[in-house]
């Protein structure tokens, strides 16, 4: 595996894979990887030539920052992982090779709307960190791919229109949630739980799961009281709650009746853990 730590460096190796036409594909983190990613690097190689995987931990998602001080690094194990699953290139750039003007100083990229609702009311400013990073990256790399979790699914949203609107040249291919055996949803940010916490967390996605059952029995289009019950069920289980919603599949609305099309969207807390998750919910 090759570890690159600078842009030039980067170029050069670009232009070479272009020139003997290789298929790049691009799986974008910030580290601490985990079989969620082990999965994306696996079809990435169904796809390309050439996988790449850029670990960095992107200073201008964070509006908290003792959010990014927490953030778990694990390097040498990250690169373990990258060279048995056989990536090819491991972008690993400092801070200063991304931002070299400053991140206050920084140009940067906003997807209207998408990134201002949902996740983005509740963290403003954090779509725009990872909007302007991505787009950093595919000017970078130039993939032919990209990969990412639907666990991120309002991301998910936001990075495809701004592949769209961009007019980039890349297809942007996303993985279903990749869970733990309890139902947790896989993320670097587990590890931050407790053992408490460890064992509290899987009611997340149990509650997101009952909740699209009674939504899709419930003869009423009206869908206002379940999630009232199940924001309750949350708290009874010592979660903190910022969003748990049903939404338009695609526009992300906030939906007050059932359409055929919809998803949950939560976001909760436990203890010092911000934990995320969804369920899509479509009826015939």
Same mark, same amino acid.
């Given at each position: 595996?090759n ?8 170029h ?23 079989d ?12 390309s ?14 509006n908290?920052?003792l ?38 100083n ?11 609702i ?30 990412f979790?639907?666990?991120? @699914?309002?991301q $998910?949203? %936001?990075i =495809? ?10 297809? !942007? &291919? ?27 967390a899987? @009611?997340?996605? $149990?509650? %997101?799961? =009952? ?10 289009? !009206? &869908? ?7 924001r ?8 903190s ?8 599949y695609q ?8 359409? =055929? ?12 853990t911000?934990l ?9």
């Open positions: 595996m570890i690159i730590k600078n842009l030039k460096t980067l050069a190796e670009i232009k070479f894979l272009k020139k003997i036409n290789k298929k790049i594909g691009l799986i974008p983190t910030m580290g601490n990887l985990h969620g990613h082990i999965k994306l690097i696996l079809l990435a190689k169904k796809y030539d050439i996988v790449i995987v850029s670990i960095f931990i992107n200073p201008m998602q964070f908290n920052l959010d990014l001080e927490k953030y778990p690094r694990s390097f040498d194990q990250d690169c373990m992982i990258l060279k048995n699953n056989k990536v090819d290139i491991l972008f690993f750039p400092t801070i200063n090779e991304i931002y070299p003007s400053g991140i206050e920084q140009t940067f990229i906003t997807v209207p709307k998408l990134s201002n949902v996740e983005g009311k509740a963290r403003p400013g954090h779509f725009q960190g990872v909007t302007t990073v991505i787009a950093k990256l595919f000017n970078v790399i130039q993939p032919n791919f990209s990969f979790g639907e666990k991120d @699914y309002q $998910l949203l %936001i =495809k229109k701004l592949v769209k609107e961009l007019n980039y040249m890349i297809k !942007i &291919i996303s993985l279903p949630t990749i869970r733990s055996k309890n139902g947790l949803a896989l993320s670097s940010r587990n590890n931050n739980l407790n053992s408490q916490e460890i064992k509290t899987p @009611y997340l996605y $149990l509650i %997101i799961k =009952k909740t699209a059952k009674q939504v899709i029995k419930e003869d009423s289009d !009206i &869908i206002i009281n379940i999630i009232n019950s199940s309750t069920l949350l708290f009874k289980k010592g979660f709650i910022d969003i748990f919603n049903i939404y338009d526009t992300l609305d906030v939906l007050f009746k059932k359409k =055929k099309k919809m998803i949950i969207l939560a976001s909760v807390w436990l203890g010092q911000r995320i998750d969804n369920k899509k919910i479509f009826i015939d």
